[in-house]
T-cell receptor, first 112, second 111 residues
């Protein structure tokens, strides 16, 4: 059965810390891996990764995919209280009953 | 620049009541999705519509029906609400290989 597993489930850090969020997957017909940030409402898109070893970066956030070991990490440097959110990982499949499988999310809380 | 709009934002129902959650997108996307989000479960797909006129079951379709009214609108209906359907419901849309865009969600409580 295809699955996406995120770790840790929750994390509390202080402002200025660096955090690494993990997403591992066992999915047939892999197309891409996506990261979303969910604050109080709608998940908002962060990154889409399709190739191994190529880092995607946006400000203090970066992410990389390892298709051999079947995982991705999301790094946040110099964390701020505004980074507090649930971070969702999803894997898109090329075929199958439905395209996206989501992990359970990592809840990050950044303390001032 | 609305994106994906869901109504209502909150709803409380009694067991056995019916209701329809509405979703509309203004991005001319072909595909639309309904998810539910429960604590510790992530987002689980209920139904999706790959294009106007088609709908398919997702991971957890039991107790729900959908209608793709036109390209913009995709509604989710609970015919006889049960407490197990208490959840936050998200609608999403996408086109091609672009990422999904999500609405702000409907928080539904069933007593």
């Amino acid at each position: 059965e295809d699955k996406v597993v995120q770790s840790p489930l929750s994390l509390v850090v202080h402002e200025g810390d660096t955090v690494t969020l993990n997403c591992s997957y066992e999915v047939t017909n892999f197309r891409s891996l996506l990261w979303y940030k969910q604050e109080k409402k709608a998940p908002t898109f962060l990154f889409m990764l399709t190739s191994s070893g190529i880092e995607k970066k946006s400000g203090r956030l970066s992410s990389i995919l390892d298709k051999k070991e079947l995982f991705s990490i999301l790094n946040i440097t110099a964390t701020q209280t505004g980074d507090s959110a649930i971070y969702l990982c999803a894997v898109e499949r090329t075929s199958g009953t439905y395209k996206y499988i989501f992990g359970t999310g990592t809840r990050l809380k950044v303390l001032a | 620049n609305a994106g994906v709009t869901q109504t209502p934002k909150f709803q409380v129902l009694k067991t056995g009541q019916s209701m329809t959650l509405q979703c509309a997108q203004d991005m001319n996307h072909n595909s639309m999705y309904w998810y539910r989000q429960d604590p510790g479960m992530g987002l689980r797909l209920i139904y999706y519509s790959a294009s106007e006129g088609t709908t398919d079951k997702g991971e957890v379709p039991n107790g729900y029906n959908v209608s793709r009214l036109n390209k913009r609108e995709f509604s989710l209906r609970l015919e006889s609400a049960a407490p197990s359907q208490t959840s936050v419901y998200f609608c999403a849309s996408m086109t091609g290989n672009q990422p999904q865009h999500f609405g702000d969600g409907t928080r539904l409580s069933i007593l």
